[in-house]
């Protein structure tokens, strides 16, 4: 047995957080959260099942190869629910047999080809951020799983500042991305949940969106160019910013998973740090009232950088537990820029939204939203210390089928979970935006039962069921993992399985990259 070492956890330690008395006695009247939940200790990993001879030439491919305990468990899981459940019971299933440290581009390549040789499952591995299981390859039919962990490749390579953009190398972490841009005066502007800790390469391997995407766009919209390793060699794609040289090969990249290469670089557009921020709250008396305002800003304008609505209870549960205030649907409404661009565009959104039925709140909840965005986690921490389950799912459709896909998913996690003895708090928000349509993202809240991996499984398929059934896709910004791959292969069809298996076949002839993950 191992010590867990916090691998059961969000984050950093010391930002851990503990519920307030009355919001735990709020869970025992609401949902019947009966108690604490504690977890264990330690965690047994499956025995290493590489031999000396396969360690061997891994390490004559890269130096720095390892098989000790703290490398396997802190490369076991995510951190989907699930994955936390599962470790936090002591159990560590998924563990690489081995974790390995490329420093240089050439050193993954040379991994893959040894790898390939040796029939080794590979996990890229970014910031261990994935919630959809896009970290536990399929084990039958190898050697053994080895972890390819990028951190190292972390520099800045170049940064164009007359085409403004950047390329890094694929380890870099978003927080020092952004560190090092600010040096020179430019942002991303890319900031999902997982900022703190998660990787460009990540970012471009899922099809990352962030908070502020009505503004800056989603992370596959960045990336101009990228490098990838795969099994037969180096791919690199991208050398404009628009062509008409066939197919785009980035997008065989982007949204990949790793199931056909390991992104190692990547260029990306970048824009002038904001000199200037405004972030405001606006109250809407219903969801529906809420959604036309957010769609008419989307198709018409003007548009904010941050743009978000929350439903009714949503709403309420963050004014119940510290935060924004708001009668009906709250909605933040951010804008950055120059201070001349944000003074002009916030008075032309205070006008429409005005026209539109908004109330304005002023600055204090789109501030104390902003300053709470990346809290979420360390409290679904502290939730399932307190017994219940806390779990969020998302997905994005035309603005036509919103309310009903929003109705369905919320319907089928109701039913589910109520017919289970734990009924739910189901929350909502509109977070991404776009002229034809939006994401809808939800958070779930429920006692935890005596098997609370079985039970959110059977909570997550009815609502993948439901998504799937109201035309919606199975996911906007999470990715397909192993989580959502049966959706994901019926969304496509039989005819796009098979494009995409023909491309795995032609990259990775052994089938060694993420087994299991995004395809069958």
């Known amino acids: 047995m191992n010590e867990m070492l916090g691998v059961a956890r969000w984050g950093a330690p010391a930002a851990a957080v503990s519920l307030p008395s009355d919001v735990r006695d709020l869970l025992g009247a609401a949902l019947g959260v009966s108690g ?11 025995a290493v099942t590489l031999s000396e001879t396969a360690l061997e030439r891994l390490r004559a491919a890269c130096p720095v190869v390892s098989t000790g305990d703290e490398a396997r468990l802190s490369h076991a899981a995510g951190k989907s629910t699930e994955d936390l459940l599962r470790l936090r019971a ?7 047999d081995a974790v390995a440290r490329p420093a240089t581009q050439q050193q993954v390549a040379d991994l893959l080809a040894a790898c390939s040789q040796l029939r080794v499952a590979v996990v890229p591995f970014g910031g261990g951020t994935s919630v959809v299981g896009g970290l536990a390859a399929r084990r039958e039919g190898f050697a053994g799983v080895l972890a390819v962990d990028l951190a190292a490749l972390d520099r800045l390579v170049h940064l164009d500042r007359v085409s403004r953009t950047a390329t890094f190398e694929a380890g870099v972490r978003a927080p020092r991305a952004e560190e090092l841009l600010a040096a020179e005066g430019f942002t991303l502007g890319h900031f999902p949940q997982s900022f703190e800790y998660a990787s460009l390469g990540g970012f471009a391997a899922t099809r990352s969106s962030g908070q502020a995407s009505a503004g800056y766009g989603r992370f596959d919209r960045m990336v101009v160019g990228l490098r990838a390793a795969t099994p037969i060699g180096l791919l690199d794609a991208g050398r404009a910013p628009e062509s008409a040289a066939g197919p785009d090969l980035r997008q065989l990249l982007l949204g990949s998973e790793g199931a056909f290469g390991v992104i190692t670089e990547l260029t990306v557009r970048v824009r002038p740090a904001p000199q200037a921020r405004d972030y405001a709250g606006w109250s809407f008396p219903s969801f529906d009232a809420g959604a036309d305002a957010v769609r008419a800003l989307a198709q018409d304008g003007p548009l904010p950088t941050v743009l978000r609505l929350s439903d009714e209870t949503e709403t309420a549960i963050n004014a119940a537990t510290g935060g924004p205030q708001a009668d009906g649907c709250l909605a933040v409404v951010g804008v950055e820029g120059t201070a001349e661009e944000v003074a002009d565009r916030s008075a032309a959104l205070g006008r429409r939204l005005t026209a539109l039925g908004g109330t304005p709140l002023g600055a204090a ?18 939730l399932l210390d307190e017994g219940a389950i806390a779990e969020t799912l998302e997905t994005a459709t035309f603005w036509d089928r919103l309310p009903a896909t929003y109705a369905a998913v919320r319907d089928a996690l109701v039913r589910t979970l109520s017919s289970s003895g734990t009924p739910p708090l189901v929350l909502c928000h509109i977070s991404h935006v776009y002229d034809s349509g939006a994401s809808l993202y939800f958070t779930v809240v429920a006692a935890q039962a005596e098997d609370p991996v079985a039970q959110w499984r059977a ?8 998504i799937a059934a109201s035309g919606a896709t199975i996911t906007h910004h999470h990715g397909v993992g192993r989580v959502h791959r049966p959706w994901y292969t019926r969304e496509i ?3 796009g399985v098979a494009a995409l298996l023909g ?3 032609a990259l990775d002839p052994h089938g060694i990259l993420n087994p299991g993950i995004l395809l069958p």
Not at 36 to 42: D, E, G, I, K, V
Not at 369 to 374: D, P
């Open 36 to 46: 604490p939940r504690p977890a264990a200790s330690t965690a047994e990993l499956p």
């Open 90 to 96: 002591g159990r560590a299933d998924d563990a690489p």
């Open 365 to 382: 909840p789109g501030e104390a939203w902003q300053a709470g965005r990346f809290r979420a986690p360390y409290l679904r921490d502290a």
């Open 459 to 466: 909570a997550k398929a009815a609502a993948g069921d439901a």
């Open 493 to 495: 069809g039989d005819v």
């Open 503 to 505: 491309v795995k076949r």
